[in-house]
């Protein structure tokens, strides 16, 4: 399965937008990216996912390039809350075998 | 009910005791997974049910380790003689599984489980 990138860490100010790249250049055709976060010691939160438009939620933006080659998440007024690692994940609708790689470690700052 | 429900948020058990945990999926979602996850690794599937079929048992580490759907809802993960290296989150997900649906996995909180 396709393999992702993301820079390991970035900051943020609070109230500002957070801008989370993710690189998947092998993506096929069939295969979504998802994005999930993980707040220490509670389980994985869904995000946001797409196929190949940009997707928009109460939570987030999807921004998917016309190649599909990467995407960034963008989280439009960070808050503290917001701190946590997130993850890109690349997969087809009826794979469950999910694997996570480092994910970024985003830190909202006051 | 709102979200994925696990039971118990921790437990700390002595090593060679079994142990239960415990899920309840989200209300009407067919597929039901559970994961582990341990610290400084990542995220490790373990056994999936799907309505009335075979479950996929592919990721269970040992004969330890089971599990169970009963009616189709609430699933127990079960691991017997616990072993340290059995420390970690188990991670609980369901999902609305189909064809037209995104197929999002929804985690819940996690068993937090200490072997000592």
């Known amino acids: 399965d396709a393999k992702t990138t993301q820079p390991p860490s970035m900051d943020c100010a609070e109230g500002r937008a957070a801008n989370l790249p993710c690189n998947h250049s092998t993506i096929s055709g069939n295969e979504y990216v998802y994005w999930y976060r993980q707040i220490h010691s509670q389980g994985p939160q869904y995000i946001i996912h797409?196929?190949?438009n940009n997707e928009t939620n109460e939570m987030a933006s999807l921004i998917i390039t016309e190649d599909r080659k990467s995407s960034t998440l963008i989280l439009p007024h960070a808050t503290l809350r917001d701190t946590a690692v997130y993850y890109c994940?690349?997969?087809?609708?009826?794979?469950?075998?999910?694997?996570f790689g480092a994910g970024t470690t985003v830190t909202v700052r006051a | 009910g709102a979200g994925v429900s696990q039971s118990p948020s921790n437990k700390v058990t002595e090593k060679g005791k079994d142990v239960e945990l415990r899920c309840d999926p989200i209300?009407?979602?067919?597929?039901l997974y559970w994961y582990r996850q341990s610290l400084g690794q990542g995220l490790e599937f373990l056994i999936y049910?799907?309505?009335?079929?075979?479950?996929?048992k592919s990721g269970l580490p040992s004969d330890r380790f089971s599990a169970e759907r009963t009616g189709g809802s609430v699933s127990t993960l079960t691991i017997q003689r616990t072993q340290q290296e059995d420390s970690a989150v188990y991670l609980c997900?369901?999902?609305?599984?189909?064809?037209?649906?995104?197929?999002?996995?929804?985690f819940g909180e996690g068993s937090w489980l200490t072997v000592v």
């Open positions: 797409g196929l190949k």
């Open positions: 994940i690349v997969r087809p609708l009826d794979d469950y075998k999910l694997s």
């Open positions: 049910f799907q309505g009335n079929s075979a479950p996929d």
């Open positions: 997900a369901s999902s609305l599984r189909t064809a037209t649906t995104g197929n999002t996995i929804y």
């Open positions: 209300s009407g979602h067919t597929a």
